[in-house]
């Protein structure tokens, strides 16, 4: 971020942004973490972030991740380098990131009870 002042004072804003590749992971083994991740795609170039999914109420990975990069090229070089390596000894999967896509919310009451029928 930029701020640049000019003569008359007024405050002119600059951002530049960022547009980072999202690159998925799976196929992960359950030892890998954030860190390790980030290890292995940094070879490759800057790493804006790497996650690795982990179960909310255990805390034990899903085996599978994302990582961010911002250069196209060096995401592009990752994925084609990576996807099908042997990690920690398992064969990785490595593709870009799709757009997660909004499920439909249904609608609770004409969820079927599995508490026998009605008693009224």
Do not use: C, W
Not at 33 to 56: C, H, M, P, Q, W
Not at 85 to 99: F, H, K, M, W
Request: glycine share 6%; no cysteine; proline share 3%.
């Amino acid at each position: 971020m930029f701020l640049n002042r000019s003569a008359h004072s007024k405050k002119y804003l600059f951002i530049q942004i960022y547009y980072l590749m999202n690159i998925y992971i799976s196929s992960l083994s359950f030892n890998v973490n954030d860190e390790d991740l980030r290890d292995v795609f940094s070879d490759y170039g800057e790493v804006a972030s790497a996650k690795v999914i982990t179960d909310k109420f255990t805390g034990r990975s899903k085996g599978f991740g994302f990582v961010e990069m911002p250069n196209d090229d060096d995401a592009k070089n990752a994925i084609k380098e990576l996807n099908g390596a042997q990690y920690d000894g398992r064969t990785i999967n490595v593709n870009e990131a799709r757009p997660r896509e909004d499920k439909p919310r249904t609608n609770n009451n004409n969820r079927r009870s599995f508490n026998g029928p009605r008693k009224y």
